[in-house]
Structure formats: C-alpha cells, structure tokens
C-alpha cells in the first residue's frame, strides 16, 4: 500500500509539472531548466538574451537614415533673391579704376570698423577722400550666411552721405535701406524687402517713393526652386515719373537659373525689350571663367563680355581680366605683401578703338 500511495503521489508531481510546462508553452514560454533564457521570479519574467530579441529591430534602425537620405534628396532648398541671380558672373569681371587710391581701414571690435579712402586721379572729379564706419552684429543667418543687424555709411569731404542698414526682422523676412544724401537733400532712397521661403523668395523693391507726387519705382519678384538644378521665376517692375511717356510704364520679365555639379551656373533674364545671358564655370578652387551677353531689343545693341578669375591663397595673388565686343580690356591684379597687412593693386583699362589707357594704382591697409 505504501508503495501505491508514493506512485500516485509522483504521477500528481508529474501532471503538475506538465500542466505548467503547457500554460507557459500557449503564452511562447518554456521552463527554466530547458535554456530558453527566461527566468521566472514569482509573477516577473526577466530577458536574459536582448540581443536575440533586439535582432529584428536592427534592420528597421538601419533604414532610417536611409530614408532621411532620399527624403533630403527632394528637398529643393531657397533659391536665394533674385538680385544674386547673376552674383557669380558679375563678381569675376574686374572693377577698374584710375589714379592712385588708398584704403586704411583699423577693426576697433568684433561689430565695429572705421577707414579712411582717398582717391587722386587725372580730372579733379575724380579726387575725393571719404570717412567711413560699419556695425555688424553677431548673429548669422543660417539661409544667407550674413550677419545682422548691418549698419553701414560713407561721408565725403563735400559732405554727401551714404547710408545702409540690414536686419532680419524674422526668421525668414529681410529688410535693406539704402539712402544717399547729396548736396543737403535725399536721393536715391531704396527699401528691400525679402521672404525667405522653403523653395521660393519673394521680394519687393521700393525706390524713390514720393507718395506726395505720386512718383516712384515699384518692383516685385518670385523666384521658384522647381528642381534642385532649375530654378524659375517672374519679376514685375513699375515706374511712375513725369519723364515716363504717358506718366507711368511695366515691364514684365522671366527669370531662369539652372546649376549643374556646384560649377556651372546658367542664368538668364528675358523681356520683351532686353535679354541677358550668363554662364559661369569653375575649374577648381583657383580658376574660373564667365561669359554674359546684354541686348536691347528696342535699340537693337548688344554687348558680350568673357572674363576670367584667378585666385591663389598660398600666394595672396587674386588676378581678373576680361574682354568685351568693344574692344575693351581691363585687368584688375592684387598681390598681398606679407608680413605686412597690406595689399598692392594694379589696374588697366585698355580701348582698342579710341586708343584710350587707363591705370590705377592701389593700396589696401588694414
């Protein structure tokens, strides 16, 4: 009888061990002692293996930075304002000029600068000496890369003033007031207004309002990043004035740019009156080449200018040429002289057709 009662006692063990070894099979789960990596502490269940359960998350991990790759490839960008549309070309042909020219400028903080400018030349017009300071805050756009708020002016010796003035007012909105003071009155007064969009600018150009006589230029112009190559857009200008015929005139333009590689750049501007053509290139960090075309349709001239850019840090050498249909050639060569903080100018302008020399010597200083 003992031995019967000890055998019903094992088979009861046994169908205990197996009715649990069935409710932890239904929810996934195996015992302790079959290595499955579970532990069982009262109600809790301890993960001994993270690995084998974060294996199925690797591949979903690895292929997030790939999708924010390819969405990033979608993104067009802001296309910048559409008076940089030709930035690139017009930088490279040289700025000429004549006479001797002196520029000291001293940086008194990390915001503000002075300098001084003379110039002395053949005709007593072109003798003029100006004082000039600049403020430039510490914050950066990250859009532009420019640094706000910019204050800038200019005073002559006759007294005429110049003034400029930059501020983000938000994020993505611009504003520029430029003004010239001559002979006591103010001229020449201009308000830029830019919106900074995701994949589009919009700007508005005030110039010389007079709301009194009602006279004044108005210009507004969108720029559409359509692609991350092509850009297209419209610019409208209005002029109202006395000497307009008829008191008042619109024009209405296309805008294009197309970028190809970082190092080339087409970009053209069309009307019904005028066109103009620009392509630029890059051959490295040192060189660069542009050729634009201007042409009014109205009067039916045109003009075509080839220039090139040389520029060597190592060396403080900057050098620009270029050659026009007229016959003109101009040069333009800076050389720093190091160690000392000054840079040495040269400058020519040649005629073909007039047999007119022009020749400039400069100094920069600061």
Request: charge should be positive; glycine fraction near 8%; proline fraction near 3%.
């Amino acid at each position: 009888m003992g031995n019967v009662a000890s055998e019903m006692k094992q088979n009861q063990k046994e169908k205990q061990k197996i009715s649990k070894e069935s409710f932890y099979r239904i929810f996934g789960l195996r015992m302790v002692n079959e290595g499955d990596g579970y532990a069982i502490d009262g109600e809790r269940l301890k993960i001994q293996r993270e690995q084998q359960l974060q294996m199925p998350q690797q591949p979903q991990q690895q292929q997030q930075p790939e999708e924010k790759q390819q969405q990033s490839e979608f993104e067009l960008g802001n296309p910048g304002a559409i008076a940089d549309l030709h930035h690139q070309c017009h930088e490279m042909w040289p700025q000429t000029f004549e006479g001797f020219r002196l520029n000291i400028s001293r940086t008194l903080s990390q915001s503000l600068a002075v300098g001084h400018a003379l110039q002395v030349g053949q005709k007593s017009q072109l003798a003029n000496c100006q004082f000039n300071g600049s403020f430039v805050g510490e914050r950066m756009h990250p859009m532009t890369g420019e640094t706000y708020p910019a204050i800038m002016g200019e005073v002559d010796a006759k007294g005429n003033v110049r003034a400029t003035l930059m501020h983000f007012m938000a994020a993505r909105w611009r504003c520029k007031w430029m003004a010239n003071v001559l002979d006591g009155e103010l001229q020449n007064t201009r308000l830029f207004v830019d919106y900074f969009g995701k994949s589009c600018t919009c700007s508005w150009v005030l110039s010389n309002l007079d709301v009194r006589h009602q006279m004044g230029v108005c210009v507004a112009s969108y720029l559409q990043q359509v692609t991350p190559q092509l850009a297209l857009g419209v610019d409208l200008i209005y002029q109202r004035e006395q000497i307009v015929p008829g008191g008042q005139a619109a024009l209405v333009s296309a805008v294009a740019r197309y970028q190809h590689d970082d190092n080339r750049l087409w970009s053209a501007v069309f009307s019904l009156h005028s066109l103009e053509l620009c392509y630029s290139q890059l051959y490295g960090q040192c060189l660069g080449a542009s050729v634009q075309l201007r042409a009014n349709i109205l009067k039916r001239q045109a003009i075509s200018r080839l220039c090139y850019h040389c520029f060597i840090p190592k060396m403080g050498f900057n050098f620009r040429g270029g050659i026009d249909t007229r016959g003109v050639i101009s040069a333009l060569c800076e050389r720093r002289l190091e160690p000392l903080p000054i840079v040495l100018q040269l400058s020519g302008k040649l005629n073909h057709r007039t047999n007119r020399f022009r020749f400039g010597l400069g100094l920069l200083i600061g």
